[in-house]
């Protein structure tokens, strides 16, 4: 079985609808077939139907069973034509077991043998006898409910594995942008910790000559600090994969106005406001603030069709919002019919919550779309 479930509202309204149609046959009387004593008793029997079409979920094999069971019992020591609400709970039940275990398990197996008992001894207990037509006709209907039941557990199969397969792309899209985020970083650190080292050096070099436990002490923390910056180029070169490779100039949000340019010359008209007095940013957030902007305008490039859009960095005393909308597609105009990955959307969440940040992205009621990311100073 693929999993459990308590009662949801459709088994409710499943059971309801059998014990309702159970009792207004048994009732008013079924029809084009003769009528049957012990109402009360038949009436009961539907009831009780219902309520193990309501828990039939839980042990899908073992309420066919003992409902097939009871019935052939029913049919073959009281030969009574089947009412018609016996035969569709049993093709509720058998709908259920297949859509709950393995096709070619034993409990499928059983079940679709106790279905076989229940259809022939209700056929055999039909008044008058049944011809080739009823057979066919139970047959065909008893191959439907099967049919969807395996219908069934082979889309939700195949939903869970979507799912799972989602879940992995998703963390490893997590993964490897936080390896980029790690190289990005360890970049500056390892420029700082080479321009400390050098001013290192230059104040040492400025020394007296009697500046001698001075000089020891500065040469220390130049040695410390090349030692340092090997290590963090060697560190650079495992989360690249290649030692060689050479890190491009640091991007950040002085570097904004070029890539709009480089934008505009993709097709899309984007303009820029700065809002409130810029403040110097840390190098990683400088970085990841450009980032963010660069990823958001890509999407829109790649997945809105948009011919506009609109990039706001504002400053205030106690964070950094940017924000980054498109106005969707000209009017009349259809949407891509691509969809993206979601990669963008990781990697800038993942840059915000490097800084303690927030990040939401929300289609606007106006057909745009809109970005925005919050991150404190």
Same mark, same amino acid.
């Given at each position: 079985m693929l999993h459990r479930r308590l009662p949801a509202p459709v088994d409710w309204l499943v059971a309801v609808a059998v014990g309702l149609f159970a009792v207004a046959e048994e009732v008013s009387g079924r029809t084009a077939a003769p009528s049957r004593?012990?109402?009360? =008793?038949?009436?009961? %029997?539907?009831?009780?139907a219902a309520a193990g079409v309501l828990f039939r979920r839980r042990a899908p094999f073992a309420i066919l069973a003992v409902y097939s069971a009871a019935n052939v019992a029913l049919l073959v020591l009281t030969p009574q034509m089947a009412a018609a609400w016996q035969f569709y709970t049993q093709l509720v039940l058998l709908f259920?077991?297949?859509? $709950?275990?393995r096709p070619r398990g034993v409990k499928a197996v059983c079940g679709l043998g106790a279905t076989g008992a229940f259809v022939a001894a209700m056929l055999a207990a039909s008044?008058?006898?049944? @011809?080739?037509?009823?057979? %066919?006709? %139970?047959?065909? #209907?008893?191959?439907?409910?099967?049919?969807?039941?395996l219908a069934v557990r082979r889309h939700r199969a195949l939903a869970e594995q979507a799912a799972e397969r989602g879940e992995l792309l998703a963390r490893?899209?997590?993964a490897e942008e936080r390896a980029r985020i790690a190289r990005e970083l360890h970049d500056i650190v390892a420029h700082s910790v080479s321009v400390m080292t050098m001013q290192t050096g230059g104040v040492r070099l400025m020394l007296r000559e009697d500046?001698? +436990? $001075? /000089?020891?002490? =500065?040469?220390?923390? $130049? $040695?410390t600090g090349r030692g340092a910056v090997d290590e963090l180029r060697r560190m650079l070169g495992l989360l690249r994969g290649s030692p060689a490779e050479v890190p491009g100039p /640091?991007?950040?949000?002085?570097? =904004? *106005?070029d890539l709009l340019d480089q934008v505009r010359a993709a097709g899309l008209d984007v303009t820029l406001e700065v809002r409130g007095d810029p403040v110097p940013l840390s190098a990683g957030l400088d970085l990841s603030a450009y980032r963010i902007v660069q990823e958001a305008l890509t999407n829109t490039l790649k997945h809105a069709g948009a011919t506009r859009a609109e990039v706001t960095v504002a400053y205030t005393p106690r964070e950094? /919002?940017?924000d980054v909308v498109d106005h969707g597609p000209r009017e009349g105009r259809p949407r891509p019919g691509t969809r993206g990955s979601g990669h963008g959307?990781?990697? #800038? +969440?993942? *840059?915000? %919550?490097?800084? +303690?940040?927030?990040?939401?992205?929300?289609?606007?009621?106006?057909? @745009?779309?809109?970005? +925005?990311?919050?991150?404190?100073?």
């Open positions: 004593g012990h109402l009360f =008793l038949w009436t009961a %029997a539907g009831l009780v259920t077991l297949l859509s $709950e275990v008044s008058p006898p049944s @011809g080739p037509g009823d057979v %066919a006709v %139970a047959l065909v #209907m008893c191959a439907i409910a099967a049919g969807a039941g490893e899209a997590v500046q001698e +436990r $001075e /000089r020891q002490v =500065l040469t220390a923390v $130049e $040695e /640091r991007a950040g949000l002085d570097g =904004l *106005r950094l /919002r940017l959307l990781i990697g #800038m +969440r993942e *840059r915000a %919550a490097l800084f +303690r940040g927030t990040l939401t992205a929300a289609p606007l009621p106006s057909g @745009g779309f809109g970005v +925005r990311a919050v991150l404190p100073l």
